[in-house]
């Protein structure tokens, strides 16, 4: 009886939210790489038991959280009308367990979505059990490592019985090395003779089930995002922009299409260019404004969100008097988890105000944030800090052309006098994590190929001229970004680039003022300055 409300629970949570009334239908790639509906092959994964592994992945936003909530809303269905086949659901916020300590199943159970499970209660059914771990990706830190990831994942295979099934859902950058589910895979090859559940008898019998499986889902398609649009409260507004390539850029994943349902009123409005952080802005404002703040408080509210966000991505123990702000409750911008703390309703926005928070350090020359977040692959924080940062000092140059004197090479005394004159990396600027598989060389100002921090006192500086005078490389966009601000100019294009033909630079590995590709965030690269 017990389990039978909690899993009621499980659905009526799952039923009552606004999202669910009219959700999108996603669609991804399998193994074999063929299309199909995500539902879809979650129930064939479900029903053939072929692997006790599946990893769903999704850019941000790509509906990875709420796709697990309707796979634990089914089975709980399922379970209920008499399906004793169907596996036992507990959904679980692997972010979670940066703010717990846990050391046994029963603890890490009563972190379960929606409310905490009795692990007895599970135990004394003798049923199959699914373990949906969400957000794998936010246990790893804004530095580049993983070690905790891979901490709370080995913790939780050694822990379960060989009759467990997993769906793990990760951000697809995180799984680009390859390393994070290595020892979580090896784990789930053993068995256990004292497990009687009919998939322990056949893990026994087929030791290659631990063999994960994928579904990776992909964009919205067009067609889809448009009708979702055009039948939504911002329908007219919507009218007015779809044929415009900025705005179809945004309408990828069903949480920045939810995000323009709320902003596109604001967003038609005057004639900045829209990007994905302007689309989050106006999305808060709305949200705030709402909820009853005035508008001239909306400043100290986004810099009280930017705090929190510090607090959060950082130190995973913010304080609880952050919380604190009944306002941001009610603008729904905070959800409150069973245990009673709060998060961001969705995991990016915190990294949208994290880059607010660098931005505005930015604009001194500081690079205290910064030095925080590992360079290679912060594709989250690049993906909103990049379009910030141009669109905050670059428009007033965007016309200025590029003279003979603007091809000369920044050479490494150039950048170390930047650094002098303004403080630059004075408390250190990021991690170098990974250098050498980005493009095999090492940073310029270092030998240490694991790269902590890079402070302004480890930047070479001997009297050879002929190492003071060479070409600046290894350094990130923001470094050269930065430095041409610095001078009163701006980055070339890449057209420019291309028409300066200076000798010696290595294919596609300059920054240029429209570079923005998320993986190539350092890179070793000539820079140039224009004027």
């Known amino acids: 009886i017990a389990l039978a409300a909690r899993l009621r629970t499980q659905i009526e949570c799952y039923d009552s939210a606004k999202w669910t009334n009219n959700s999108i239908d996603l669609v991804a790639l399998n193994n074999d790489g063929e299309r199909t509906e995500v539902r879809r092959a979650l129930d064939n994964w479900i029903a053939l038991r072929s692997s006790r592994l599946l990893i769903l992945s999704g850019t941000f936003g790509s509906g990875k959280t709420w796709t697990l909530r309707w796979l634990a809303r089914e089975l709980a269905e399922r379970w209920l009308k008499g399906d004793r086949l169907a596996p036992i659901p507990i959904l679980i916020s692997l972010t979670r367990l940066s703010i717990h300590n846990v050391s046994t199943r029963e603890q890490l159970f009563q972190l379960a979505w929606p409310e905490p499970v009795d692990e007895n209660l599970v135990r004394s059914q003798s049923a199959n059990v699914l373990?949906?771990?969400?957000?794998?990706?936010?246990?790893?830190?804004?530095?580049?490592?993983?070690?905790?990831?891979?901490?709370?994942?080995?913790?939780?295979?050694?822990?379960?019985?060989?009759?467990?099934?997993?769906?793990?859902?990760?951000?697809?950058?995180?799984?680009?090395?390859g390393a994070l589910l290595k020892d979580f895979t090896a784990q789930l090859t053993k068995t256990d003779s004292s497990d009687a559940t009919s998939w322990a008898v056949m893990e026994a019998l087929h030791g290659d089930r631990a063999h994960p499986e994928q579904v990776a889902i992909l964009d919205v398609p067009d067609e889809q995002a448009d009708a979702y649009l055009l039948h939504s409260k911002a329908g007219d507004a919507w009218q007015e922009v779809r044929n415009e390539s900025a705005y179809r850029n945004l309408a990828r994943v069903p949480f920045t299409i939810f995000l323009l349902t709320e902003a596109l009123p604001l967003l038609t409005r005057g004639s900045s260019d829209t990007t994905l952080p302007l689309l989050y802005s106006k999305a808060v404002e709305s949200w705030l404004l709402r909820a009853g703040l005035p508008s001239k408080k909306l400043g100290e509210a986004l810099i009280h969100l930017e705090g929190l966000a510090r607090a959060m991505l950082f130190e995973h123990f913010p304080d609880q008097a952050i919380y604190d702000d009944a306002l941001l409750r009610k603008a729904e911008l905070l959800i409150m988890q069973s245990d009673g703390s709060y998060v961001f309703r969705h995991y990016s926005l915190g990294e949208y105000f994290l880059a607010c928070a660098v931005l505005r350090e930015m604009t001194s020359y500081s690079s205290n944030l910064l030095s925080r977040i590992d360079l290679v692959f912060a594709n989250s924080i690049n993906r909103f800090l990049i379009p910030m940062v141009k669109a905050a000092f670059q428009?007033?140059?965007?016309?200025?052309?590029?003279?003979?004197?603007?091809?000369?090479?920044?050479?490494?005394?150039?950048?170390?006098?930047?650094?002098?004159?303004?403080?630059?990396?004075?408390?250190?600027?990021?991690?170098?994590?990974?250098?050498?598989?980005?493009?095999?060389?090492?940073?310029?100002?270092?030998?240490?190929?694991?790269?902590?921090?890079?402070?302004?006192?480890?930047?070479?500086?001997?009297?050879?001229?002929?190492?003071?005078?060479?070409?600046?490389?290894?350094?990130?966009?923001?470094?050269?970004?930065?430095?041409?601000?610095?001078?009163?100019?701006?980055?070339?294009?890449?057209?420019?680039?291309?028409?300066?033909?200076?000798?010696?630079?290595?294919?596609?590995?300059?920054?240029?003022?429209?570079?923005?590709?998320?993986?190539?965030?350092?890179?070793?690269?000539?820079?140039?300055?224009?004027?």
């Open 395 to 531: 428009e007033a140059d965007a016309k200025q052309s590029v003279t003979a004197a603007a091809s000369k090479m920044v050479t490494i005394r150039d950048f170390r006098e930047f650094m002098e004159g303004t403080g630059w990396r004075r408390t250190g600027f990021g991690t170098w994590r990974a250098m050498l598989t980005a493009d095999g060389t090492l940073p310029w100002e270092s030998n240490d190929v694991q790269g902590s921090s890079i402070s302004l006192d480890n930047v070479i500086a001997t009297a050879d001229e002929s190492v003071n005078d060479s070409r600046v490389t290894g350094i990130s966009w923001y470094d050269a970004f930065q430095y041409c601000r610095w001078r009163g100019g701006r980055l070339p294009t890449a057209q420019e680039i291309t028409a300066m033909a200076v000798p010696n630079i290595i294919d596609g590995r300059e920054w240029s003022s429209s570079w923005y590709e998320e993986t190539r965030a350092l890179v070793a690269v000539g820079h140039m300055s224009t004027r």
């Open 131 to 177: 373990l949906l771990l969400d957000s794998l990706d936010e246990l790893m830190s804004l530095d580049g490592a993983d070690t905790r990831a891979q901490d709370v994942l080995n913790f939780i295979a050694g822990m379960e019985s060989a009759s467990t099934r997993f769906v793990i859902a990760c951000r697809s950058e995180a799984l680009e090395s």
